[in-house]
Each structure stands twice: as C-alpha cells, then as structure tokens.
C-alpha cells in the first residue's frame, strides 16, 4: 500500500506538469517549471511546501526553482551528477540512493537518454518519470543514445503494472497518433486515444498513467513485440534496435 497521502497534478506553461505530492508532515514538488501555479495550487489546497525534487537540468523543469525556494523555503533535492546544471542543491542524489518524504521513501535510479543525469523517483506504486517514459511516449534523445534510453525505460517496465507513471508534459495525444501509425489496429490504443480526445475537451490532464496502460499503448515499452519490429522493419534485430528505429520514426513524425 502507498504511503503517500495526497497527488495533485499542477498544469504549468503551454504543456508542462508539476506534481504536488504529501506524504505524512512532508509536502513535495516534482519539477519546477514556473512557480505562480504551484503557489496557487498550495494555496488552494492548504499546503506547505517542504522539498523540491528535480528530475533534469532542462529549464522548462527548474526555471521556478529560485521564486519558489524564496517563497517557501523549501529543500531542493537532486542528481549530484547534474549538480553543475541544476539549481543550488540541498541533497545531492546518486542512483541506488533512497530519500525519505514523511512516510515514504523513493529509490532514485538513473534514466539517462532524454538528458544525461536525468533522474527518476519510485515511490511505492508512483514513479515520477520527468521525460523518460512519458504517457504514450518517451522523450527526445538529446543528449543520450537509444540504448540508453531503452535500458532506462526496461527499469519502469519491470514495476508492478498498477504504479502510476507521472511525466512531465502533456504530449499524450500526438504520442498515440504516432502509436496508431505503428499499430493502426491495437484496441487499446485506439480505446486510449479516444479517452484522452475526452479528456482534453473537459481541460483534465492526461497523467498520471498506469503501467499496464503504458505496456499496452506505448510503442516504446514495445520493442519486444512482433508487431511493432513489422512495423519498424526490425523484424529479427534485437529489441535496442526495434527501439531506436520507432525514436528515429517518432522524430520524423
């Protein structure tokens, strides 16, 4: 059973996520786009803000860590290796670490591929995914290899299938167009589409995500099976391959 209290999805910029998560007297936030709406959302929910847990250096996760550390005093966690590029550190973070809020502890294991250094939280059922494995998807590899990316993402498919993915952006909907390209006739995608289509119109975030559903909709949790190497030519070739030509696709799609 979770030891977590409380998870608020908080919609920040144009397509970004924060995530105000509470766990007995401790209360967190995952990433720090801009730090107006997380204020608002502490506010609204009668929160203090106690930590700030950084999964990557990009500045669209850390560019309200300043405003928000002045305004709540609040602790930033981190990788260590990414130190040089993250905002002041209070707890420098090296995969195999476990850090400790309230009454949960999260593993922190390294997701290197969209970045180097970038870092990801698993809590008991709750994983929070930065832009490693996203819902439908995963994220560009600027700085990191397709294998890398592969052998962080094989770490989240072998979770329990009910964990909740929370990722970082609201990119859902193109990624299960490029899904569908891929598998034109997979029900689950095609039934997952429709209820993200569903609830955009109604202004409701896509994420958090299971696992199972990710398994089952996202291409690149799906190397390993037959119909996605037909679908990217790579029948016979390895799994990292089938991965790295579904990324390459995915870029040009």
Request: with cysteine; net charge negative.
């Amino acid at each position: 059973m979770t030891l977590i209290d409380t998870l608020i999805t908080v919609p920040c910029l144009s397509d970004n996520y924060a995530y105000l998560v509470r766990s007995g007297d401790r209360v967190a936030v995952v990433d720090v786009p801009d730090a107006a709406p997380i204020l608002a959302a502490l506010t609204r929910n009668g929160l203090s803000l106690t930590d700030i847990l950084l999964t990557h250096h990009h500045w669209d996760h850390i560019d309200g860590v300043p405003d928000l550390v002045a305004a709540t005093g609040a602790q930033v966690w981190g990788a260590a290796s990414d130190a040089h590029r993250l905002p002041p550190l209070d707890h420098a973070l090296s995969p195999g670490d476990t850090m400790t809020l309230g009454d949960a502890q999260a593993r922190i294991i390294d997701v290197s591929g969209h970045t180097i250094g970038h870092i990801a939280y698993l809590f008991d059922g709750l994983a929070f995914t930065g832009d490693s494995l996203m819902a439908g998807g995963c994220g560009r590899l600027f700085e990191g290899t397709p294998d890398q990316m592969h052998a962080s993402l094989s770490q989240f498919a072998a979770l329990p299938g009910d964990t909740l993915i929370a990722s970082g952006h609201e990119y859902t909907d193109t990624n299960l167009r490029f899904a569908l390209s891929l598998e034109p006739d997979n029900p689950a995608i095609i039934s997952r589409k429709a209820e993200v289509e569903r609830l955009r119109a109604a202004n409701r975030p896509s994420v958090p995500s299971t696992l199972d559903t990710e398994r089952n909709t996202n291409p690149f949790l799906r190397a390993h099976e037959a119909s996605l190497k037909a679908a990217t030519g790579t029948t016979g070739q390895s799994d990292e391959n089938t991965f790295a030509a579904a990324r390459c696709a995915k870029d040009a799609f």
